[in-house]
């Protein structure tokens, strides 16, 4: 098994701390980029550096970053991401306060900004990557009929694969880093 921590499961504090679009890029930035500092970051996401070292305080403050004291020098603070990833506790979808509920709809809607970002951006690039990289990556979508339980059970088995390929060793000859999106949702489609 791989030494990466688990999701990190989102309470409702924490999702109000997460729930802002500025404060998930950071947190995205520092996940895929490694450690980074309040201006590297602004320079990235063309912010100021103000809004940038605001905004990481209160990742901090909830959780998501912390202080790298393996860098920096002087008065320069690196932040770092501290979990891998994160889940939302169900009961979260329909808290009975409408700011929780706001808070879920901003973080799933902003997750669905980044996935489109991520394809779009591979779209635009594709050509970059060598001969090696064609066939081997997919923009595919498939229609079935579920129940509730067939869904859950398809995300479970699509969850437990992805983690199957997490073992791979940093420094194998060839690998990248590769993204992964799933999305299984009920559609009303017409004929």
Do not use: C
């Not at 594709?126 to 067939?150: Q, V």
């Not at 073992?167 to 993204?179: H, I, K, M, S």
């Amino acid at each position: 098994m791989s030494d990466e921590p688990a999701p990190r499961l989102l309470d409702a504090r924490s999702l109000r701390g997460l729930a802002h679009p500025l404060r998930m890029q950071l947190l995205i930035a520092l996940r895929h980029g490694g450690p980074a500092t309040a201006s590297q970051l602004a320079e990235k996401l063309g912010e100021s550096s103000g809004a940038t070292s605001y905004h990481l305080r209160q990742l901090a403050a909830h959780g998501f970053v912390a202080d790298d004291p393996e860098r920096g020098k002087g008065r320069e603070r690196w932040w770092k991401a501290v979990d891998q990833g994160i889940r939302i506790d169900k009961t979260l979808i329909n808290d009975p306060d409408p700011t929780v509920r706001g808070a879920v709809a901003l973080l799933a809607y902003e997750m669905a900004n980044v996935h489109t970002r991520e394809v779009a951006t591979w779209l635009g690039n594709r050509s970059e990557w060598g001969e090696e990289w064609d066939g081997a990556t997919d923009l595919s979508d498939f229609t079935l009929r579920l129940t509730p339980e067939l869904a859950r059970e398809l995300v479970g088995k699509m969850h437990e694969l992805i983690q199957s390929y997490r073992p791979l060793p940093e420094g194998t000859p060839d690998a990248e880093t590769v993204r992964v999106h799933t999305h299984v949702f009920p559609s009303q489609m017409t004929p």
